[in-house]
């Protein structure tokens, strides 16, 4: 018994004779992709009858809240988060707690800005609005912004719980990958929407059990839930108390709050991923009930998601696996942790890696449906309208192969990263932040025009990219991170080493203090901060520097976030409010009141 923290010292070191999985394991295992393919046939036998894209790629706009509701909080709930968030929280402690209030403000705002403007509109894709608010230039670069990020991000989780079977059961990453790819590409190819919320229905609560077994176990090993907390609290891993407003510090309350906001509006508000399941619900009051309905879900994953990266570290208090060269990546931490823990009783570990698989499967085949459907809805049905529903059917589903074996060619670069958490979020502000800029420019801005929209987005992808690059090559200083102190200093195992045998922290780097620098070390949650600001910025000063908009163009109410008199406050010029138009197809049936924008140009 280790005299610091009462845990038994057998749970701090690993010398046990490497864990594989057991038959109950790889049963339990093969039992989610057995369901997920059963599901995907079941749909395609039941809609075998309906031969249009829109019954394949938004279930026939007939879904109801609550399964979309699973589906968004099942998406969100990937592997990445799986792994990633109890590392996290292993590492720097709860502030990363602090993104519920994030989650609930983007519920907020999504449900009563976004959501209502797409939905009235009648759209298939989120980018169709681009066009119609700018060009048909806009909207083509607003595509492929959003499939280099959803190619890359499908890349990263897959990825993920390739190395959880690694390292539970050595099956190749190979394998692992290639198993993901081609069991997501199947019962999306076959089921559509339907299966893929469905699917996405079982693996939400299959995520579920998996964090709620190592929370249970782990608390049974250190002497119950109580001395969880009480060793994390020693430990410095409980700290909710700090409000830095420096925006290079990691994780403060406002760079997760306010960050954190601007970070998941861009993919819950306007990301073709999120956005096409509420178009897929059967009233916008459906719509909003799913959004409200998925923030309950996402407190409850981060909450089990940061109270297992508690129990993980008071497993492991005394004996960090990674500084002991037990694991080499932190990513791995929380796979270690399921062979450690969880292999005495047969089929637990299954569940856990069926947990992990779930997310990516849920994951991955909403990315290649709704890139299958912005392919087609962006790049194809614009400048091919007169395809028959067979026809456009079967593109839609050879899109989804295609996708999903592109998806499984990305996976390889993933695995050459550590911090995969990291740096998925960091690149939801690169790619996301200069999207949700434009569309900010479009929603908020009635002087903006299509050039301004096309230079604030490549300016801000540009400038993204710079800082990501930037950030990889010159690392911020230590003081900006808090990593948290670990020791070895109780493990048994062959592979410690004397030198780690004592509590460990790196050594703080001293910064420059220069604005490039400063840049550079902004904390990964400011990243959609910056660039939304970057983005709408440029966009409305090139805008204003061309004319506005043009005294041949009107700017539709049902393409503005505020009515009447506010968006002329806005417009920054004088305009005359109160025109009528009637709204165009697929938007509600009210007159809507249009901006006059030849007053903008006197």
Known sequence: ????????????????????????????????????????????????????????????????????????????????????????????????????????????????????????????????????????????????AFILQTVLYMGMVMYMPALALNKVTGLSLTVSIVVTALVCTFY???????????????????????????????????????KVFEIASEGGRIDFWHFDLDPRVRHSFWSVTIGGTLMWLSVYAINQSMVQRYLSCRSLYQAKMSLYLNDVGLFFVISLASIAGLVMYAVYANCDPLANGDVDKSDQLVPYLV??????????????????????????????????????????????PNISGE????????????YGLLGLGVAYLASLMDRILTMALKMFGIIGGPMLGIFCLGLFTPVGNSCGALVGLFGGL???????????????????????????????????????????????????????????????????????????????LVSLLTGGIGSRRNVMQDLLAFPGDICCCLATTGCA??????????????????????????
């Open 391 to 402: 026809r456009a059917l079967t593109i839609s589903k050879v899109l989804v192969v295609v």
């Open 339 to 384: 062979l450690d823990i969880l292999s005495v009783a047969p089929g637990i570990p299954g569940i856990f890696v069926a947990s992990a698989y779930s997310g990516t499967l849920s994951t991955v085949s909403t990315g290649i449906n709704s890139l299958a459907c912005s392919t087609y809805e962006d790049l194809i049905k614009p400048f091919k």
């Open 577 to 602: 409010c109160g025109k009528k138009k009637t709204g165009y197809v697929g938007a509600s049936q009210k007159d809507d009141f249009i901006i006059d924008q030849s007053d903008l140009s006197s």
């Open 1 to 144: 018994m280790d005299p610091t923290t009462n845990v038994p010292l057998e749970n701090m070191a690993n010398s046990d004779a490497p864990k594989t999985f057991s038959v109950a394991d790889y049963l339990v295992f093969g039992s989610l992709f057995l369901v997920s393919a059963l599901i995907g046939l079941f749909f395609a036998i039941r809609d075998r009858n309906k031969k249009t894209s829109e019954d394949y790629l938004l279930a026939g706009r007939k879904m109801s809240g609550w399964p979309v509701a699973l589906s968004l909080t099942a998406s969100f709930m990937s592997a990445i988060t799986v792994l990633g968030t109890p590392a996290e929280v292993y590492r720097y402690g709860t502030m990363f707690w602090w993104f519920f209030v994030a989650y609930t403000l983007v519920a907020i705002i999504t449900a009563n800005v976004f959501v209502p403007i797409f939905y009235n509109m009648g759209i298939s894709s989120t980018y169709e609005y681009l066009e119609r608010r700018f060009s048909k230039p806009v909207r083509v670069a607003g595509t492929c």
């Open 462 to 540: 540009t400038m993204g990219i710079w800082m990501g690059i930037g950030s990889t090559l010159y690392h911020p200083a230590d003081e900006f991170i808090r990593l948290l102190p670990v020791t070895t200093a109780n493990c048994t195992s062959a592979l410690t080493s004397a030198a780690f045998n004592v509590t460990s922290a790196p050594e703080p780097l001293v910064p420059t203090g220069g604005l490039i620098d400063s840049l550079y070390a902004l904390s990964y949650c400011h990243y959609s901060t910056f660039l939304v600001l970057f983005t709408w910025g440029l966009g409305l």
């Open 188 to 226: 999306t190819t076959i089921g559509g929407m339907k299966a893929v919320v469905w699917n996405d229905v079982v693996q939400c609560f299959v995520m579920w059990i998996g964090f709620t077994a190592i929370i249970v176990k782990g608390s049974m090993d250190v002497g119950g839930f109580a």
